[in-house]
């Protein structure tokens, strides 16, 4: 645990950092709002009031989810970060740094611990040797295209001067006394090479008309340096990419039935995380309306379908690290978050690992548009607001859209959605409910929807219990049938709207608690129990 004063505020660097360090440690507590010194007291913090934007600019920076916690004791307000374990094989870093703790502060991790911590889940394939490659055995043209890469991603034009050696070696895909890594034949190797040192280091695109066994329609072999083909990949399946059209008011607008983004990235994150000891091929399947990625081995260590967007465990880590450094890999993790939002924003099902299991990953792209009018809705949402969404912000409202439930973790995303327009809160406090914004229902052609989402208004709620009273007539009605009169209301909502009603003088109450019975204020009253209790 790690204990800060932080009576006013805290930086919020500072706690990136110490995120780090204690993720790269096993896991562990920051609590804000209690002295730093023994012994300790709750002194209360003003620190991170919106604890929910928090987390969120946490899993921004990191990659992972990071829960904030606010308790409101009498001491004081109290911030807890609870603060995951790293994964086995893989360390936490910010801006290439990897910290740990040294007593009250912060140090760097070791060479040597970094070392061991990432040879738990075995060594990295990708960095090591290949037996008899040499630098003759990778195309130029494709170093070439790293370097240039290389110095646009990184801002430094001095790397286009640097020799294909000096490139390589600086991107540590030469190894061990300047031998052919693995990771360089992977990305810039020559279809010689690989066939003779790493033939399963290969995709195999195939287009099917239809779901019916026999031989694909069109069917073509990549083996070489991934850098050498990823745009004739993508120029092939665009061949059959067929765009659905939709109407927005008096626009035409046209989707892709397989955006760019998410198929490049299914593609990177087969390449970066299949298991190259193993002999198989990644295979592209492609079909009207579907596109499936199938990689050998299963799932790294620790990755799960459920925390696939919130943990990584790059099984390929000097590949994946040549892949960042020429802008092809933002950050580690972030390609299934972006196929998310991509599908969520398209109005496509979300990417499906459906028949993944030990011995393979099976990442499905449905490209069907499933509802135009989301895309409507969220297209008037506007580009900035969209911009500044979580990929928990759209799981929310993908689960909204479909009237499935919300995890607690999307629960707390409401608020923030709530705010910038794309969904209306409806109630206070426990009781508030949550639904898509107006605007989506009025694009979808359903206005009736949303009001019965709604409910109705306070009028006519109102109205509503005060008829109910004139068909009762003097036998009047206990609470629990204004309940049934509006079963969406919580009890305590319905309370309010008789308080508001007996205040007006339009209606009484006679008798107390389980007992007690509601009338027309001007009614005669029925009570064989004898007079009146009011």
């Not at 990419?241 to 939709?246: G, L, P």
């Not at 978050?337 to 393979?360: D, I, M, W, Y």
Request: hydrophobic share 40%.
């Amino acid at each position: 645990m790690e204990f800060k004063e932080a009576k006013l505020k805290y930086d919020f660097e500072k706690l990136l950092k110490y995120c780090v360090a204690l993720a790269n440690e096993g896991g562990g507590t920051i609590v804000l709002g209690v002295t730093d010194k023994r012994p300790r007291r709750i002194v209360g913090s003003l620190a991170f009031d919106e604890p929910g934007r928090t987390e969120a600019g946490l899993h921004q920076k990191l990659g992972h989810r990071i829960p904030v916690e606010e308790l409101r004791l009498p001491e004081g307000r109290v911030v807890i970060v609870h603060v995951p374990s790293r994964l086995p094989g893989t360390a936490w870093q910010i801006d290439g740094r990897y910290y740990k703790r040294a007593g009250d502060d912060l140090a760097p991790l070791s060479d040597h611990e970094l070392r061991a911590m990432f040879a738990e889940t075995g060594p990295d394939f990708s960095a090591q040797p290949c037996p008899g490659a040499t630098l003759v055995d990778l195309a130029p043209e494709s170093v070439a295209v790293f370097r240039d890469r290389w110095a646009q991603k990184s801002a430094d034009p001095r790397k286009h001067d640097w020799s294909d050696a000096e490139t390589l070696r600086n991107a540590e895909l030469l190894v061990e006394g300047d031998r052919v890594s693995y990771a360089a034949l992977i990305l810039l190797g020559t279809r010689a090479v690989l066939g003779r040192c790493l033939p399963q280091a290969e995709l195999i695109f195939e287009y099917r008309s239809s779901e019916a066994a026999g031989p694909a329609a069109d069917r073509e072999e990549y083996r070489e340096g991934f850098l050498a083909w990823q745009d004739k990949l993508w120029k092939k399946i665009n061949l059959r990419n067929d765009r659905q059209s939709y109407q927005d008011d008096f626009f035409r607008m046209d989707l892709p039935t397989f955006d760019e983004v998410p198929v490049r990235e299914a593609v990177l994150n087969a390449l970066a995380h299949r298991d190259y000891r193993l002999g198989g091929s990644v295979f592209v399947r492609q079909y009207a309306k579907r596109l499936e990625v199938v990689s050998p081995g299963g799932l790294p260590p620790g990755i799960t379908p459920e925390n696939i967007i919130d943990q990584q465990n790059p099984r390929n880590r000097r590949l994946a690290e040549a892949l960042a450094k020429c802008g092809l890999i933002e950050r580690s993790g972030q390609g299934l978050n972006l196929t998310v939002e991509s599908a969520v924003r398209q109005g496509k099902p979300l990417p499906s690992l459906a028949g993944t299991a030990a011995h393979e990953v099976r990442l499905t792209l449905e490209g069907g548009v499933r509802n135009p009018a989301f895309v409507r809705f969220m297209e008037r949402l506007g580009e900035e607001t969209l911009r500044s969404f979580s990929t928990l912000d759209y799981l929310a409202l993908e689960c909204l859209q479909q009237e499935r439930p919300l995890t607690p973790v999307l629960q707390e995303r409401l608020p923030a959605l709530a705010a910038a327009g794309a969904v209306e809160v409806l109630g206070r406090g426990k009781s508030a409910r949550y639904i898509l914004a107006a605007a989506l229902y009025a694009a979808l052609g359903a206005k009736g929807t949303y009001t019965r989402k709604r409910g109705l208004d306070h009028g006519t709620n109102k109205a509503l219990l005060l008829k109910h009273l004139r068909d009762q007539g003097q036998a009047g009605a206990p609470l629990s049938e204004f309940r049934q009169v509006l079963p969406a209301l919580p009890v305590k909502a319905v309370q309010h709207l008789l308080d508001e009603l007996r205040n007006e003088g339009a209606i009484r109450v006679l008798g107390q608690r389980r007992w007690a019975r509601w009338h027309l204020a001007d009614s005669p009253v029925f009570n064989p129990g004898g007079p009146e209790k009011v």
